[in-house]
């Protein structure tokens, strides 16, 4: 009984990480029409950033924020090569961002290194016990400021003025024009949260698992499974996405066997795609006409 | 019949005085992965030029293949030609059966369901160990055909050129035949091809099975000209690197796809003096060809053509 | 020919199609009209297998046989076979085929490439044969290059055979799709909004075309807002309103309907009729 705690509690810690990812998918996707393939990467620029800053001997506050706003650049600077690019097909921008992602692979490659870092954790090493399981101060951390996050964006999608036009501008592009709405300017806006959710979320992370120049592969394209199972045009749809998919990668490893945990991720994604394209909330929603 | 093959002539020759330009045993390497990287491209060109469907999963599907071909031939001690044939047999059918449900998917959803099935054979073949010899990976032995032995580098190039020779001209002359002009047909409009009676669904199904077997072969090709076969061989990582070496050269073009399959051999062995840049640079190519040549490399020959033609 | 028996389509609380029932006789250019939205696409789409139908069925005459002057409506019904949901390639190899209001033609390829595409039924489509560029292969490329031609000159186009698809005019494009619909050998031609943004020549040759494709004892469905045009050459007309029939009969008895008057003026129309007496 305990272990099936711990292992539920380290699924949900992951699975919030996942959260962020996917929905730094969703938010591109559902203002371009984009799946962006570097959003692993936007993840692991801001957990190496954090790492060498650090190194460098800059304070923690310092560190991270910089971490944030390299990665919120690099965010602007794919939707400016995007703006750029004279065709916009599908399989173009798969391939551009494809480049994008090994690009900046590439990048950490030499500005960094190709070893794994860790971060020492934010608030300490100690843990809570909770009926047997063990979750440490890390990892609520991880689960505090991702459910803030989630609810920070809640509020700037369905409250503020600005966020409303963003959900104006993917509902119908060509109303939005017709209001006045810069979407150039939106587009920008919905890259640059994208990258800075990702880099948090790097942030979050590397204390817990250690951060290296590949690991955006992996955890881009867990990310992109977690939106999809929440269903691709649900904003929101990625937190659930991520939540399940954290919990059974966790029971797996455990019950099963550790080999097959990474996939999970994908069994779930071929599950969804096959039975249910758009996601697991579209069955509830009425039906259009 | 000679203006019509030129393009197999020039190749041809281009093929022979190549031949004398290989310095050394790392030269003739680079030539036959080159070779076979063109014949897969060749075959996912056929997948996503003409069917209009993207497989990000096609390292799996190669690597799978080749896996099959080396365990049983190194292995079991099967004929390594019976381990092709078997592994061919395998894949096709196993190629048929995933294309159903894939194929009602369309554009992401489908790249993404490709993507889900290359990764799942990757982590089944890392995990795999004692069939596959894991992560590090498995031997393979020599590949023979009625005991004839090719275990030199000249008689793989040679081997390797005449198949990728058959592969173009088998494709040109199905583009060319009724079949082709459905595939083509495909390309441009799916509701006119199926208003004359062709059953669109099957027609991009055997597209599949067709651009899966295609890999299959070749891939075991090289594992049996490297003599070792890893699980490097499905990653997402080999994936992409084919799908960005047709788009690169040009979707919907047998010599964009040979193009694409030679010039990102070659490429990152010509940065070697780069070193850490390597993917870097790599990278930045892409992005840059995507950005300003989205109809890939070959369009910059249409270009030079259409200039020659009109002064 | 064809036997439309209660058709209906759901989408979701929406009725597109309710309740409709028609007969198409052989050899007759029968015509589908009525009001924007009143379902006549979805009509279409449902017998030509893009729809699936929510209820009803859809009867067509079977190949070789042919309805005597003596037969009873068991015998008749026997001589059909239900096509209802059949996908549109398996209805091309029934005889049904179709034009698209919203041109379907293959832009890459040249006018004559697009007519050779609707001789796919006839042609050898072996892979391997392919592959190899076989003398069956040659022999019917080139058999069927010939006889699209031949359809070209027909219709006075032989002269745009090799050009590309995209740099021909809307007006030819639409003769094109009704030739290569004409190249599958059909029984039956749904034609959908054949004459939709052409001028009054285009417009007067398909028609003429449509007309002598009804001589020829090919069965016609046509879909038309042009009402000049359905009633010159239609046989017999459907009058559909909100997915239900409204009227049928021929041109002279609809064109004197006052409830089809109405479904296409509007009630206002009445009230000035009625105001002025």
Partial sequence: MNELFQLILSGITVGFIYALVGMGFTVIYNSSGIINFSQGEFVMAGGMS????????????????????????LGIVLWKLIDLSKERSVISMIILT??????????????????????????????????????????????????????FLYIFFKKTKTGKAMMATSDNIDSAKLMGIDIKKILMLNFAISAIIAS???????????????????????????????????????????????????????????????????????????????????NLKAKRI | MIKRNIDIIILIFILIVAAFAMKNDFYYE????????????IGLNLLIGYAGQISLGHGGFMALGAYI?????????????????????????????????????????????????????????????????????????????????????????????????????????????????????????SVAVESVGADVAKYKSYVFVISVIIAVVAGSMYAFFSGFISPAEASFNRSVELVVMVVFGGIGRIYGAVMGAVILTVLPQLLTSFEDYQTLIYGIIIILVMMFMPKGIVSLFDKLRKNGAGS | ???????????????????????????????????????????????????????????????????????????????????????????????????????????????????????????????????????KIREDEQKYEYEAMKYLKMFSLDDVAYKKADSLSYGVLKKIEIIRALAT?????????????????????????????????????????????????????TVVNFGKKLAEGTPVEISNNEDVINAYLGSRHKKKLANNG
Avoid at chain 3, 224 to 233: A, L, N
């Fill in chain 1, 50 to 73: 954090a790492v060498f800053l650090l190194k460098a001997g800059m304070p923690f506050w310092l560190a991270f924020s910089l971490s944030i706003l390299i990665t919120a650049i």
């Fill in chain 1, 98 to 151: 494809l480049g994008y992602s090994i690009a900046l692979r590439g990048l950490a490659e030499v500005i960094f290194d190709k070893e794994l870092h860790t971060l020492p954790s934010f608030v300490g090493d100690g843990a809570f016990e909770i009926y047997g399981a063990t979750l440490t101060y890390q990892a609520l951390l991880v689960i505090f400021i991702s459910i803030i996050i989630v609810l």
């Fill in chain 1, 200 to 282: 948090i979320g790097g942030l979050l992370l590397a204390p817990i698992t250690s951060t290296n120049y590949e690991i955006g592969i992996m955890l881009g394209l867990k990310g992109f499974s977690a939106a999809v199972i929440g269903g691709l045009s649900q904003p929101f749809g990625a937190v659930v996405g991520g939540l399940i998919l954290g919990i059974s990668e966790s029971l797996v490893a455990g019950y099963i066997s550790s080999e097959y945990k990474d996939a999970v991720a994908f069994v779930a994604l071929l599950g969804i795609l096959f039975f249910m394209p758009g996601g697991i909330f579209s």
């Fill in chain 2, 30 to 41: 680079i030539a036959v992965l080159s070779i076979l990287n063109a014949i897969i491209c």
């Fill in chain 2, 69 to 189: 071909s080396a365990i049983l031939s190194s292995n079991y001690s099967l004929s390594p030609m019976l381990s092709l044939f078997i592994a061919v047999l395998f894949m096709g059918i196993f190629a048929y059966l995933i294309s159903k449900p894939i194929l009602k998917l369309e554009g992401h959803y489908l790249a993404m369901a490709t993507l889900g099935v290359g990764i799942i054979i990757y982590i089944i073949i890392n995990a795999q160990g004692d069939l596959t010899g894991g992560p590090d990976g498995m031997g393979v032995d020599v590949f023979k055909v009625f005991g004839y032995e090719f275990d030199t580098n000249v008689k793989w190039y040679i081997l390797s050129s005449i198949m990728l020779i058959l592969v173009i001209m088998a494709l040109k002359n199905l583009i060319k035949s009724p079949y082709g002009r459905v595939l083509r047909g495909i390309h441009d409009s």
């Fill in chain 3, 1 to 135: 020919m064809l036997v439309v028996r209660e058709l209906s389509k759901k989408f979701g609380g929406l009725k597109a199609v309710d309740d409709l029932s028609f007969n198409v006789k052989s050899g007759t250019v029968h015509s589908i009209i009525g009001p924007n939205g009143a379902g006549k696409t979805t009509l279409v789409n449902m017998i030509t297998g893009v729809y699936k139908v929510t209820s009803g069925e859809i009867y067509l005459k079977k190949e070789n046989e042919t309805y005597a002057e003596d037969d009873i409506e068991e015998i008749i019904h026997g001589k059909r076979e239900n096509i209802t949901n059949l996908s549109m390639s398996k209805l091309v190899h029934k005889g049904v085929c179709r034009t698209f209001q919203h041109l379907e033609i293959c832009n890459t390829m040249s006018a004559l490439e697009n007519i050779m595409l609707g001789f796919h039924k006839f042609m050898n489509k072996n892979f391997i044969l392919s592959c190899i560029n076989s003398k």
């Fill in chain 3, 185 to 237: 050998k059909p029984r039956l031609v749904l034609f959908d909004e054949p004459v939709a943004g052409l001028n009054p020549k285009e417009t007067a040759d398909i028609s003429a075309i449509i007309k002598e494709v009804a001589n020829e004892g090919i069965s016609v469905i046509l879909i038309e807002h042009d009402m000049k045009m359905v009633m010159q050459i239609s046989d017999w007309i």
